[in-house]
């Protein structure tokens, strides 16, 4: 090989090292870029993630004071229809004690007509 070739074969090789560092520049440039953009990315995907995680913890504690309301009014309405039902059958109770011949009329009286009623459902 000639000096002129030698020197082309330098003037080649330097040329292609300078592009593969030149081409590593800008890779390495452009993988630090998208490292950030990766982090801002998981930076929002945080927040968000912990948005959500207070809301279903709001949604959690608004649900939990409805059930716990829910549950007052089943237990007052519940001791108000047990209470009205004790005053009933007090009164009741009151009723045959001063009325035992008109209570035992009653009783029949009402005794004859649920019998005639579920005879004509037999039939």
Same mark, same amino acid.
Do not use: C, W
């Given at each position: 090989?000639?000096?002129?070739?030698?020197?082309? +074969? #330098?003037?080649?090789?330097?040329? &292609?090292? #300078?592009?593969?560092?030149?081409?590593?520049?800008? =890779?390495?440039?452009?993988?630090?870029? =998208? @490292?950030?953009?990766?982090?801002? $990315?998981a930076d *929002?995907?945080? !927040?968000?993630? @912990?948005? $959500?995680?207070?809301?279903? %913890? !709001? &949604?959690?504690? /608004?649900?939990k004071e409805?059930?716990?309301?829910? /549950?007052? @009014?089943?237990?007052?309405?519940?001791d108000k +229809?047990?209470?009205?039902?004790?005053?009933? @059958?007090?009164? $009741?109770? %009151?009723? +045959? !004690? %001063?009325?035992?011949?008109?209570? *035992?009329?009653? &009783? =029949?009286? /009402?005794?004859?007509? *649920?019998? $005639? /009623?579920? !005879?004509?459902?037999?039939?």
């Amino acid at each position: 090989m000639t000096s002129k070739e030698s020197k082309k +074969v #330098e003037e080649i090789t330097e040329k &292609a090292s #300078e592009a593969v560092e030149a081409v590593g520049a800008m =890779a390495s440039e452009k993988l630090d870029q =998208a @490292r950030a953009k990766f982090a801002e $990315v998981a930076d *929002v995907a945080k !927040r968000g993630s @912990r948005q $959500v995680l207070d809301a279903a %913890d !709001r &949604a959690r504690g /608004v649900a939990k004071e409805q059930a716990e309301v829910a /549950v007052e @009014r089943l237990k007052g309405g519940y001791d108000k +229809v047990h209470k009205d039902f004790d005053k009933l @059958r007090g009164d $009741v109770e %009151d009723y +045959v !004690r %001063d009325n035992p011949g008109k209570s *035992v009329l009653m &009783a =029949a009286g /009402v005794g004859f007509l *649920v019998g $005639v /009623v579920l !005879r004509r459902r037999g039939d």
